[in-house]
């Protein structure tokens, strides 16, 4: 758990480097199942550019997804979820996106979770495009990191409402796909990236980043010329990228 937790502010603190311009103030969150019913989470209000362990609440899975289907429950009875879902005396609450996350690693197939507003993303999600020019591919690179397809989620309220939207939408895209996707896209919010490893989420969020500076620049060029898709599917498949996507998922350390 302490070697989880270090990873987590570390991988926060990554997020949060002013010039990614991935997050601000108290923007984004993140988060790490434990395996024993529990999960690590960003507490509400909590920077991730200077997180330290007294922003970090540890989660219990269960009454967080019970809450979900809990049609009775307000804005109240969602703190008082949030409240008794606390594994630990913390004087501090889990984000209010703790339900989305747990929605992402107990059906997301993902072990780690970030979630951010980087700018670019938005630049794209909070236009009139919304998702969809992410729903085509434009370089083999957001291929192999970011995934084959992404999954979209119009905007929803955060919070419980939201985190239902996204479990609705995950079981779609796996039943569709086969599998859960690495990238999901928060329309005018932002996008969330979906691990193994916490490596791999920073990972699909800076490609991520690089995609859509590189979508509004072709947006503002001209149209984006998208791959046919034939050609992505053998991006996806090539045992050589396999071996590339394994390498940059294990990273250096
Ligand atoms: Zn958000």
């Known amino acids: 758990m302490k070697e989880s937790l270090e990873r987590l502010i570390s991988l926060s603190r990554q997020i949060g480097l002013e010039d990614r311009r991935l997050a601000i103030l ?34 219990k899975m269960a009454p967080i997804l019970a809450a979900l289907d809990d049609q009775t429950l307000d804005d109240s009875g969602v703190r008082t979820v949030l409240e008794y879902s606390r594994a630990d005396a913390s004087p501090k609450l889990p984000s209010v996106e703790t339900f989305m996350h747990a929605v992402c690693l107990s059906e997301g197939g993902a072990k780690w979770v970030g979630h951010c507003h980087a700018e670019s993303v938005m630049s794209v999600l909070c236009s009139e495009h919304g998702a969809k020019p992410f729903l085509g591919h434009i370089f083999p690179d957001a291929i192999v990191v970011c995934g084959r397809h992404v999954a979209a989620v119009p905007y929803i309220d955060p919070g419980l409402e939201l985190a239902r939207e996204v479990r609705r939408v995950l079981r779609e895209f796996c039943a569709a796909h086969g599998s859960a996707p690495k990238v999901i896209l928060l329309e005018n919010h932002g996008p969330v990236a979906l691990g193994a490893s916490e490596k791999e989420v920073l990972n699909i969020l800076l490609m991520l980043d690089k995609w859509a500076r590189i979508l509004a620049g072709t947006l503002a060029v001209g149209t984006p010329k998208f791959l046919p898709s034939a050609v992505s599917e053998r991006i996806d498949q090539r045992p050589d990228e396999d071996y590339r996507r394994a390498q940059i998922v294990k990273g250096p350390g």
């Open 26 to 59: 108290g923007e984004g969150n993140t988060s790490c199942d434990l395996g024993d019913g529990t999960f690590l989470v960003k507490s509400s209000g909590c920077s991730l550019s200077d997180l330290d362990e007294s922003g970090v609440s540890r989660v």
